[in-house]
Antibody, heavy 121, light 108 residues
Framework: QVQLQESGPGLVKPSETLSLTCTVS?????????WGWIRQPPGKGLEWIGS???????YYNPSLKSRVTISVETSKNQFSLKLRSVTAADTALYYC??????????????WGQGTLVTVSS | DIQMTQSPSSLSASVGDRVTITCRAS??????LNWYQQKPGRAPKVLIY???SLQSGVPSRFSGSGSGTDFTLTISSLQPEDFATYYC??????????FGQGTRLEIK
């Protein structure tokens, strides 16, 4: 069974960098699939942040692209998110997910439980 | 960016009702449309992918249809566990993904 677990600080100061890691178990990242980050502000909807393939190819939400870096570390079976220059608007529940691209469409089929990151001084 | 608009934003229904949620794309997305269910405090769960394919393990009372710009999610007979928020999601431009704003399904 594929499982994902987010980890990282729950509180980040404004203007600093948010850093999260997703550890995958039950499946080797090197075997395929894309791996992505999605966030959800409290009480609001879902926003795609970006995705990475095990080879390192990345795709980012254009609205966040200038501040986001997603990387992968296959030896640890992990992938990571860095979001720079955060503001209160970046306060959200951050999910990592496996992205299944089947028949042309891509969708997260396995999700972590999510980790709440609050941006506040 | 491709914008996804769901309607209604919220809906009240009773157990046993047939419910339909619609999702409209700002441009054609072929059948690259997926549906999710999210319950409070839980991660979303994929129900339908490719507009009409049922994800493994999802009850057959859920169905999806549509192509191009207009899509629907139908629940044929609401069960108590179906009260949740539903999202559509497009991936027409590979991995340039956007979600609808969500439809909250409540008990009448």
């Amino acid at each position: 069974q594929v499982q994902l677990q987010e980890s990282g600080p729950g509180l980040v100061k404004p203007s600093e960098t948010l850093s999260l890691t997703c550890t995958v178990s039950g499946y080797s990242i090197s075997s395929g699939f894309y791996w992505g980050w999605i966030r959800q502000p409290p009480g609001k909807g879902l926003e795609w942040i970006g995705s990475i393939y095990h080879s390192g190819n990345t795709y980012y939400n254009p609205s966040l692209k200038s501040r986001v870096t997603i990387s992968v570390e296959t030896s640890k079976n992990q992938f990571s998110l860095k979001l720079r220059s955060v503001t209160a608007a970046d306060t959200a529940l951050y999910y990592c997910a496996r992205v299944n691209c089947s028949g042309g469409t891509c969708y997260p089929d396995y999700w972590g439980q999510g980790t709440l990151v609050t941006v506040s001084s | 960016d491709i914008q996804m608009t769901q309607s209604p934003s919220s809906l009240s229904a009773s157990v046993g009702d047939r419910v339909t949620i619609t999702c409209r794309a700002s441009q054609t997305i072929s059948n690259f449309l997926n549906w999710y269910q999210q319950k409070p405090g839980r991660a979303p769960k994929v129900l339908i992918y490719g507009a009409s394919s049922l994800q493994s393990g999802v009850p057959s009372r859920f169905s999806g249809s549509g192509s191009g710009t207009d899509f629907t999610l139908t629940i044929s007979s609401l069960q108590p566990e179906d009260f949740a928020t539903y999202y559509c999601q497009q991936s027409y431009s590979t991995l340039s993904i956007t979600f609808g704003q969500g439809t909250r399904l409540e008990i009448k």
